[in-house]
């Protein structure tokens, strides 16, 4: 890999092996599974086309995924602990699936290539989630959607604080998650056209779902 000091943060080779498992550990939990797969069957059956999946964890989307509605996913995760656990049920999806090691920041796919680009409980934890969005844009069509699941920054100002308090943990201890990004913000500010947005939960973790599209032209 080299000396890594060569790299940008968005580029580093990144490997969180114990929170990989935990993470996938705990999404196989039943409690966490009716949390959070309506929301993840919601997201994902809305993509169509060619598919990118950005950050696509230990694979937790790929069960969701219609094959009337979709041809094929390019599914990208930087994280190589990650990866290889989505390796493990690529196999099971019921559409077809490629997983290249990649970064949000550097998509390795050509210009207005995919139909719909899907992204869930992933900007948390990107270097540089601005310039994440824009390689979106990039490689997805004019017209385009672009799903996501998210949590976001709290709206109470006591909320908010704490999740500040709690940024050094979490960064360090849940693989660079921030809760207190202001993540719908930024996305809001990329250049997308809402299509449907959605705010679900709340206290210290409250997501919404986002249906987005690049526009025309």
Not at 32 to 53: D, K, S, T
Not at 103 to 119: G, I, K, N, R, T
Not at 150 to 161: F, I, M, N, W
């Amino acid at each position: 890999m080299g000396n890594h000091s060569s790299h940008s943060p968005a580029t580093k080779p990144i490997s969180h092996p114990r929170f990989a498992k935990f993470y996938n550990r705990m999404m196989r939990r039943s409690q966490i599974q009716q949390e959070f797969e309506p929301l993840r069957r919601e997201i994902v059956g809305q993509a169509h086309g060619l598919v990118l999946e950005v950050g696509a964890g230990g694979g937790q989307n790929f069960p969701f995924y219609d094959p009337a509605r979709v041809t094929r996913v390019e599914a990208i995760e930087p994280d190589a602990t990650m990866l290889s656990y989505a390796q493990k049920i690529q196999a099971d999806a019921p559409v077809s699936i490629t997983l290249t090691p990649a970064p949000a920041e550097l998509l390795p796919f050509p210009a207005a290539h995919f139909d719909s680009v899907v992204a869930t409980l992933v900007f948390c934890s990107v270097h540089d989630p601005a310039r994440g969005l824009r390689e979106i844009q990039r490689v997805l069509k004019p017209g385009g959607s672009l799903l996501l699941l998210e949590h976001v920054r709290a709206q109470g100002k006591v909320t908010a604080l704490i999740q500040d308090a709690l940024v050094p943990v979490t960064t360090r201890l849940l693989g660079n998650c921030h809760w207190n990004r202001n993540t719908q913000q930024t996305i809001l500010e990329s250049g997308f056209q809402i299509r449907q947005i959605r705010q679900v939960g709340g206290g210290l973790h409250p997501m919404f779902l986002l249906q987005m599209i690049r526009p025309e032209g």
